[in-house]
């Protein structure tokens, strides 16, 4: 499976308003996720940087077509991953500090070929 994006959003959960605040937005990053056949691995690439992960876990939610991922990447760090086809973005939500952090794609194209 094959993911590009062409929008990234940044956020910081706000608990007295229960909801994700924006902190950055740039519509000039575009990025792509390449997945292997069995979904236990992906890179993602940047314009700056490529990046591993390793897929701990997976469940589907068939009703919300999305897909939530437990990832660590190739420093260590740790994500809940949700690729959200229903409303076309993907997310990468982690720990900073003890503050909850979101960075949110919004999906372009998904596309699959024979590997």
Partial sequence: MNISTDLRKDGIWDDVSEEWSLI??????LTFFVFNTDLTM??????SVTS?????SQ????????????????VGNKYIMIIDFKNDNLRFIYDNDGE???VWHRIKSVWFEDE
């Fill in 100 to 102: 909850s952090r979101m």
């Fill in 52 to 56: 591993a992960y390793l897929i701990k």
């Fill in 59 to 74: 469940e589907k939610d068939e009703e919300n077509d999305q897909f939530e991922l437990s990832i660590v990447s190739d």
């Fill in 24 to 29: 950055s937005e740039n519509n000039e990053e």
């Fill in 42 to 47: 992906f890179k993602h690439t940047t314009s």
